[in-house]
Structure formats: C-alpha cells, structure tokens
C-alpha cells in the first residue's frame, strides 16, 4: 500500500502562484508513476500533470505552460509549481500514484491510478 499526503493549497488571487507537495510512504516502489488531478465543483475530475515512470513530464492542455510538475525521488514526494493561476483553476487538487506508468505519454483517465491522497483546495480569486 502507498499512502499520500498533499499540502500547499490555499487562497490566491488570479495570477498568483501557489506549489503542491506530495509525500509518499508505505510501499514507496509502488508509486513509479505520480500525477496531479482536480475536481472543480459540478465537474468531473480531470487529470492534470503526471511524471511517468521513465521521468518525462506530461501535462494537459488546460495547465500547459503555467503549472510546471516535478518529483524528489530521494524525499519520495511529488510538486506541483502552479504559476499564472486563474479562477478556472479553483478546485481541490489530488496526488496519485500507480506501480509503474512506462508507457504513458498523455495525462490518463483517473480510474488508471491506484492510489490517491485526501486532496487540498485550491481557490482562486478574480
């Protein structure tokens, strides 16, 4: 089992920058492969950033460019440098993690990673 704890989240006003952290512990081995998603409100939830298991960032349209995503293998934890945010951006944001993701090179659906963090709120204000 991996077990992940998010922080970073709070209240911006638009255009403002706010980073996620994600730790990982437990069955560390098991989290090869990390990502980001959110859920706004009324909305599904929708993946974000992801780093795949040969290291190569891979982002979805929506955040390309502002949201920059990186790992610490050494601190097994997972970062999320969000830049130029936006109102549309408000929503709590999750970290997630499967065993390995070596063939992955767009943002997947979310039912494709196994383990997920309690989330942290992201608001943005105009």
């Known amino acids: 089992q991996v077990q992940l704890v998010e922080s970073g989240g709070g209240s911006v006003q638009a255009g403002g920058s706010l980073r996620l952290s994600c730790t990982a512990s437990?069955?560390?081995?098991?989290?090869?492969?990390m990502g980001w998603f959110r859920r706004a409100p009324g909305k599904e939830r929708e993946g974000i950033a992801l780093?795949?298991?040969?290291?190569?960032?891979i982002y979805a349209d929506s955040v390309k460019g502002r949201f920059t995503i990186s790992k610490d293998n050494a601190k097994n934890t997972l970062y999320l440098q969000m830049n130029s945010l936006k109102p549309e951006d408000t929503a709590m944001y999750y970290c997630?993690?499967?065993?390995?993701?070596?063939?992955?090179?767009?943002?997947?659906?979310?039912?494709?990673?196994?383990?997920w963090g309690q989330g942290t709120q992201v608001t943005v204000s105009s």
């Open positions: 997630a993690a499967r065993a390995t993701c070596y063939y992955t090179y767009t943002v997947p659906a979310a039912s494709f990673l196994s383990y």
């Open positions: 780093v795949n298991s040969n290291g190569v960032n």
């Open positions: 437990g069955d560390t081995y098991m989290s090869n492969c």
